[in-house]
C-alpha cells in the first residue's frame, strides 16, 4: 500500500473534522469543518464539491490538522482563516480588528435607510469612527456610488487591514483612513457618522465567552466602568461634524439603547424611536439627528 492510498479524500477530511468538532462542543461543527477545509486547500464551496473525492496531498493535510487544532483550542474560524464575510463582502481581519459580526449589519441598514429615503441627494459624505477593517463604512460606500467617506483609528494595524479592505473591494478612490483618536484629526462636516465603539464594561470583559476573550482586541471592547465612556465622547463631538439635518448612528449593547438615547440627548441630538432590532430582537442602534 503506497503513502497515497492512505491519504484521505477532501470530504472524509471535512466529515472527520466536522465529528471532531461537535464532540468537542463547537456550536456549528459542520459549517465550521467545510469553512476550515476550503480555507486549507484554498477552495470555493463549487470546488469543494466538485474536488470531494480528491486525496489530501501532505502539505494540505499539514495545514488542516494546524487549523483544526487552533479550531479544538477555541480560536473563532474567522481568525483561522484570516477572514469574515460581512455584508456579503469579504473583510480581510488582523489582530488589531474586531471580526464584524451579523449584529452590526443593522448600523449598516440603519445609514442607507437614511441616506437614500430620510434626506436623499447625489451624494453623501460618510464617517466612521473606529473603523477597524473598515467593514461598517465599506458596506454602506458599496450601496451609494457616489458617497465617499473616513474611516478612523486609533490602531496603525486597523488601518491598514481597513486599506487593504478597501482595495480588494474597489473602494480606494472614495474613502480615506485617518489615524485619530475619536475626532481628534477629523474636520468637516458630514452626513452620516456612524460608529460601533467599545462598549462592554470592563468588569464584564473576564465572564464573555473565550472566543471573544482571548482573541479579540481588547481596547475595542472595553467600554470602561459603565460601557459609556466612547458614547459620552462621540455624542458630545458629533454635533460639531454633523451638518444640519445629518444624523449620528452608533451600535450600542444589549442593555444601553435608553443610556445612550439620554446622552444624545443631553447634546442636543433628536433621539430615533422605536429603536433598531437586530434579528435577535435586540436594541442595537441608537440614531440622533442634528
Known amino acids: 500500500m503506497t503513502a497515497a492510498s492512505c491519504a484521505p ?13 461537535k464532540a468537542a ?4 461543527p459542520e459549517l465550521d469543518a467545510r469553512l476550515l ?25 499539514a495545514r488542516l490538522i494546524a487549523f483544526g487544532k487552533r479550531r479544538l483550542a477555541g480560536e473563532p474560524v474567522a481568525r483561522i482563516i484570516g477572514e469574515k464575510e460581512f455584508w456579503g463582502l469579504r473583510f480581510k481581519l488582523s489582530r488589531d480588528t474586531l471580526v464584524p459580526r451579523p449584529d452590526t449589519e443593522t448600523v ?7 441616506a437614500r429615503s430620510v434626506k436623499p441627494g447625489p451624494s453623501r459624505r460618510i464617517l466612521d469612527i473606529g473603523t477597524g477593517s473598515g467593514a461598517i463604512l465599506l458596506a454602506v460606500l ?4 457616489l458617497a465617499t467617506g473616513i474611516g478612523t483609528d486609533i490602531s496603525a494595524g486597523a488601518l491598514g487591514t481597513a486599506n487593504q479592505n478597501a ?7 472614495r474613502v480615506t483612513f485617518v489615524a485619530s483618536d475619536y475626532f481628534s484629526a477629523v474636520t468637516g462636516t458630514f452626513d452620516v457618522i456612524v ?6 464594561r470592563t468588569a464584564d470583559i473576564e465572564s464573555l465567552a473565550p472566543e471573544v476573550r482571548r482573541h479579540e482586541p481588547r481596547r475595542a471592547l472595553d467600554g470602561g466602568a459603565d460601557g459609556l465612556v466612547a458614547y459620552r465622547m462621540l455624542c458630545t463631538q ?13 451600535e450600542v449593547g444589549h442593555d444601553q439603547a435608553e443610556a445612550v438615547a439620554r446622552l444624545m440627548t443631553a447634546e442636543s441630538l433628536s433621539v430615533i424611536r422605536p429603536f433598531r432590532r437586530d434579528l435577535a430582537g435586540v436594541p442595537r442602534v441608537v440614531e440622533g439627528r442634528n
Do not use: M
Open 37 to 61: 477545509v476550503g480555507a486549507a486547500l484554498d477552495l470555493d464551496l463549487t470546488n469543494l464539491v466538485a474536488q470531494a473525492n480528491r486525496t489530501l496531498s501532505p502539505n494540505d493535510a
Open 25 to 28: 462542543g463547537i456550536e456549528s
Open 195 to 200: 460608529s460601533n465603539p467599545p462598549y462592554v
Open 238 to 250: 458629533a454635533r460639531n461634524h454633523l451638518v444640519q439635518g445629518g444624523t449620528l448612528i452608533v
Open 142 to 145: 458599496s450601496e451609494l456610488p
Open 108 to 114: 449598516v441598514e440603519a445609514a442607507l435607510d437614511f
Open 167 to 173: 482595495a480588494s473591494l474597489g473602494l480606494s478612490d
Open 9 to 21: 479524500t477532501i470530504e472524509a477530511a471535512r466529515r472527520d473534522l466536522g465529528r471532531r468538532l
